[in-house]
């Protein structure tokens, strides 16, 4: 019994089967016939490379809203004082 060995594919070539299948009328099965691979890796090449990439990676804190109300604390505090004094 002779096991087959795997196809090794591109990265250029899953991106344009994935782009072929995505902007083709016909369904994945027929695009994975014409571009001569199996059904199953063309889905998942097509989950893997149609993820929407993050443009911006920073994270958005809210260190300047904790500032704000530490700063309007104290304010409140201080007049609370004064109207009590």
């Not at 002779?2 to 594919?9: D, F, L, R, T, V």
């Not at 990265?11 to 995505?22: G, I």
């Not at 199996?38 to 994270?59: C, F, G, I, M």
Request: glycine letters at 2%.
């Amino acid at each position: 019994m002779s096991q087959e060995k795997a196809k090794i594919y591109t990265a250029e070539f899953r991106v344009s089967a994935v782009k072929l299948a995505n902007e083709s009328d016909k369904p994945i099965s027929q695009t994975a016939k014409d571009v001569g691979v199996n059904e199953n890796s063309l889905h998942t090449w097509a989950n893997k490379y149609s993820r929407p990439v993050e443009q911006d990676k920073t994270v958005r804190t809210d260190e300047h809203l904790y500032e704000e109300l530490k700063r309007l604390n104290k304010e409140i505090a201080h007049l609370i004082e004064d109207a009590i004094c």
